[in-house]
């Protein structure tokens, strides 16, 4: 069954913290997409990984697909961030995205 | 033009009503999909359409029946609602219906419907 578990399911921090959320997912699972969610608003795909690292701007996302393991880290992390950080994956062979539960990131200034 | 849109951004009904969710994209996207969002939880996959049909269809109860008239349009036919059902409904899109690494998903804001 392919699963994606995300850590942690709640973080606070202070501006200009350095944030890091997890992501670990099943054997089956090709893809990694990192999406943000802020409150009552729609999804917006941050980045689809399927190896390697990706950098937007204060953003990044890492994956090794050996230990089948991803991260998104925030530098300087603003009250702006405050959002919810979703991490999922696809299959190869399917197209349904397969959710983590979601972190909820709470940045205070 | 890169985004999804969906309309209405907001609908209230009642259990008797017939209403209709609308989803457009014009990225020449092959692949569309419906999910529902309860709050604090993640999204659940309802439908999927690729090249225009059905694909997947996830136990949705018959109440729900979407339609795929072109390839930039997705609809979702609302009919004899459950107050359970208010949740805010999401469209999304990708280029190809094919898994992995393929599958970036464009997401719509939503539509948050409330069933009286």
């Known amino acids: 069954k392919n699963e994606v578990e995300q850590s942690p399911q709640n973080l606070t921090a202070q501006e200009g913290e350095f944030i890091t959320i997890n992501c670990s997912y099943s054997v089956g699972i090709s893809a990694l997409h990192w999406l943000q969610q802020h409150p009552g608003g729609g999804i917006v795909s941050l980045f689809m990984l399927s190896s390697g690292k990706k950098k937007h701007g204060r953003l990044i996302a890492t994956i090794n697909i050996q230990e089948k393991h991803s991260s998104l880290h925030i530098t300087a992390s603003h009250p702006r961030d405050s959002a919810v950080y979703i991490c999922a994956g696809t299959s190869q062979a399917g197209t349904a995205l397969i959710f983590g539960k979601g972190t909820t990131l709470s940045v205070s200034s | 033009d890169t985004e999804v849109t969906q309309t209405p951004k907001h609908l209230v009904m009642g259990m008797t009503n017939k209403k209709s969710l609308k989803c457009e994209q014009h990225?020449?996207?092959?692949?569309m999909y419906w999910y529902k969002q309860k709050a604090k939880k993640p999204p659940e996959l309802m439908f999927v359409y690729s090249y225009e049909k059905l694909s997947i269809n996830e136990s949705v109860p018959s109440r729900f029946s979407p339609e795929c008239p072109n390839s930039s349009l997705l609809n979702l036919h609302l009919h004899a609602l459950q107050p359970e059902d208010s949740a805010l409904y999401l469209c999304?899109?990708?280029?190809?219906?094919?898994?992995?690494?393929?599958?970036?998903?464009?997401f719509g804001p939503g539509t948050r419907l409330t069933v009286l």
């Open positions: 990225m020449g996207h092959r692949a």
């Open positions: 999304a899109s990708s280029s190809s219906p094919a898994g992995g690494s393929y599958n970036e998903q464009f």
